[in-house]
């Protein structure tokens, strides 16, 4: 059975950081590209940061750039998400998912998706 198992969220204070992981068991990831993801209540889910097979390319949504870093560590099967200088708008669940593809192209193509952790930035 695949399973993708977030941790690392939890509450915080404005311009404090978390580090999210998501550990996957029942198959390797190694050839697939992974995503992290938030939806905000109410609101639709959104790309948070995206992260090719091999690491190599990376995407992340604009409100996120030079704040949040996307990493993999395919021997652990576990992809990253180290989040700096929170605000409260990234307030939100977030989501670890796993592609069919090798490279983000959109959020269509994940098939596998983790439980959400919750991420609470305070003013």
């Known amino acids: 059975q695949v399973q993708l198992v977030e941790s690392g969220g939890g509450s915080v204070q404005a311009g404090g950081s978390l580090r999210l992981s998501c550990a996957a068991s029942?198959?390797?990831?190694?050839?697939?590209?992974m995503g992290w993801f938030r939806q905000h209540p109410g609101k639709e889910r959104e790309t948070v940061a995206a992260?090719?097979?091999?690491?190599?390319?990376?995407y992340y949504a604009d409100s996120v750039k030079g704040r949040f870093t996307i990493s993999r560590d395919n021997a652990k099967n576990t992809v990253y998400l180290q989040m700096n200088s929170l605000k409260p708008e990234d307030t939100a669940v977030y989501y670890c998912?796993?592609?069919?593809?090798?490279?983000?192209?959109?959020?269509?193509?994940?098939?596998?998706w983790g439980q959400g952790t919750q991420v609470t930035v305070s003013s």
């Open positions: 998912a796993a592609d069919r593809r090798p490279y983000y192209s959109g959020q269509s193509s994940f098939e596998y």
């Open positions: 992260i090719s097979w091999n690491g190599g390319r990376t």
């Open positions: 029942g198959r390797t990831f190694i050839g697939t590209a």
